[in-house]
């Protein structure tokens, strides 16, 4: 246990959650293999729950009280939550599609921001820069715990970029401040949060044996959302467009490791100079 109250895993319960953290990545490239006009969420959520069975996993998402699918699959203005369901994507749809499983007791945790094939050329490509710049957060966040002394260096880090951006692209970017990332283990929520914006606490040291979900959640206009009503669908109150990303992280005693990746962040890392090690 840390000071902080949660559990840091040593390197063979990191390896294991490595395993995890492959069902997850393999569950989400089903999908990105299969989505297109006219698939429903709900046959993207089948696809999912096959690839991480295969994988000899199971969903974590369907260990959550009242939650049946394995996969959420959020459509445009929803930014995360969205049910699985009849619901036919469209040309030029933003999906954003979280995912998780569990193989043993660990867990994997990890989202995509899909654009689906078609539509405007015009809405398509200022949802394709959300996209993108939702996801170089991700990458700014996690480029920042590799060097941070404290974890809250992590949401600073995603900030910053963020509002480069807004300067970059004169537009506005709402980072979500309703839901946040959060330690990962033995359950798929677990201490520490992870916000993905500055706050004046400095948060727990960044240690071996920390493991993280870093996940930012941006909208094209303000970051203030509603639940619809089917209870669990988080949407951006302003109608705008949103994008989530995230990737499951292990800090060990030797560096990174990004576990929900299959390169292990390898690819992604390089601009940033950080190179993440596997353990093995
Ligand atoms: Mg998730
Ligand atoms: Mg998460």
């Known amino acids: 246990m840390s000071r ?3 559990e840091l895993k040593t390197n063979e319960q990191i390896i ?3 395993q995890a953290g492959l069902a997850t990545a393999a569950g989400l490239d089903a999908i990105r293999k299969l989505i ?4 429903t969420t709900l046959e993207l959520d089948k696809a999912a729950d096959d690839a991480i ?3 000899g996993g199971h969903s974590n998402f369907q260990l959550v009280e009242g939650y049946k699918h394995t996969i959420c699959a959020s459509v445009n203005d929803e930014v995360v939550h969205g049910i699985p369901g009849s619901r036919v994507l469209q040309p030029g749809d933003i999906v954003s599609v979280d995912c998780g499983a569990e193989i043993g007791e660990w867990n994997g945790d990890s989202a995509v921001t899909f654009i689906v094939a078609g539509g405007d050329p015009e809405v398509v490509a200022k949802r394709q820069l959300l996209s993108d710049i939702t996801e170089q957060s991700l990458w700014v966040g996690i480029a920042a715990l590799a060097k941070a002394e404290h974890l809250n260096e ?3 880090a995603i900030e910053a970029y963020v509002e480069s951006q807004e300067i970059e692209h ?3 970017f ?3 401040e309703d839901y946040v990332g959060h330690g990962i283990g ?11 914006y500055g706050i004046r606490d400095k948060g727990p040291k960044v240690v071996p044996g920390l493991c993280v979900a870093i996940e930012p959640m941006i909208t094209n206009g303000s970051a203030k959302t509603k639940i619809l009503a089917d209870g669990w669908t988080v949407s951006a109150k302003d109608g705008s467009d949103a994008s989530h990303w995230e990737h499951s992280v292990a800090v060990h005693h030797k560096g990174i490791w990004v576990l929900t990746e299959p390169d292990g962040g390898l690819a992604k890392l390089a601009q940033f100079g950080v190179t993440p090690v596997a353990l093995s």
């Open 4 to 6: 902080h109250g949660f």
């Open 16 to 18: 294991l959650m490595r």
């Open 36 to 39: 297109a006009p006219g698939i």
């Open 53 to 55: 069975r295969a994988h």
């Open 154 to 156: 992590v949401g600073r």
């Open 170 to 172: 004169r537009s506005k």
């Open 174 to 176: 709402g980072i979500l």
């Open 186 to 196: 033995r359950s798929m929520h677990e201490d520490p949060p992870v916000y993905n």
